[in-house]
């Protein structure tokens, strides 16, 4: 592939990392991510295998480096391992540095070879508590066991396993050292999320369940000395280091300003089209361009286009959200 000229936004920054969305559909219904009767979209809306294959291939031919596949459930898209396979070649040739997964853990067990196969080295597994009932509470159709045996299996083929936590106040508030020595005595990194203004949240089942990330930290703190790590990944998480494990924490706070400056990301949801900051509305559709043209300088030109008119920062509270900062968008469609 030639080298074309990389993707830097208006504001220096260079763009080498692309979450991608392959489905917006789930087997679990989270309560602050999904409501309990989606209605997903009609097959035709979203990317084909292939098309997703070349849109992730132009993105790399543009300079990105990083691929990070979510959802939904990416593992519950149909034959999705074929397009695992396909990334494969970019990371062969050093086009790519790392291609990699956000999954629920679900589907894990039949995957986690194959994934191994295809290249990927880490993955982050959504996992918020310990207990069985919890956890069928929490995700609606969820079951614990199926998602430990998940994480054994990815272990077993090798993976890196990360956990990301989303923190809620009374709900596993209780639960911050277990969940810490288990990571702990896995050698699995942990990662609490600072739970958005989606989903379901904005409701009138609405959980009241904010736990800031400040408080968790300090609770943490109360037990083990906390060393703060440099490591920055141009995204909201922060990282500290428990000196008597030895363990990576990381804590991300997707609603505090901190990061935006070092942004280097952008999403694309399952029907293609390219939001430029998690926290604003502005999209580019790429799914024409990419359809109506064979020529893939047609979509180069579509993507450049959009990266120009990639926002500096966003902020929860601007008047041009939607309800008082509240994002219209589900985290399932835009991809977490
Ligand atoms: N299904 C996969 C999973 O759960 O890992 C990938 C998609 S999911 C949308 C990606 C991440 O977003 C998960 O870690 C999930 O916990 C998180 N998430 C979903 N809704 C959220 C919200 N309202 N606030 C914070 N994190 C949220
Ligand atoms: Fe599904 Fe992930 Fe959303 Fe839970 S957080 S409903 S597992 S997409």
Redesign the pocket.
Known sequence: MDQLAPLIDPFARAITYLRVSVTDR?D?R?V??MSENMQFLPKRELLTLEELDRMCSTFIGLGVRKLRI?????LVRRDIMTFFQGMKRHLDRGSLDELTL???GSQLARFADQLAEAGVKRI???L?TLDADKFAAITRWGRLGKVLEGIEAAQAAGLRVKI?A?ALKDFNEDELFTLQEWCASRDMDLTF???????D?GNEDRLDQYWSLKDLRARLAERFALTDLEERTGGPARYVRVDETGQKIGFIT?LTHNFCESCNRVRLTCTGQLYMCLGQEDMADLRAPLRDSADNAVLENAIRAAISLKPKGHDFDYSRQVVDGQMSRH??HT??
């Open positions: 789930c679990f989270c602050y991510c979510t959802g939904g459930e990416p956000t999954t629920n982050n597994v959504s918020d990301n989303v999320i600072e739970v958005m203004p989606m989903g949240l997707p985290m399932s991809g977490g």
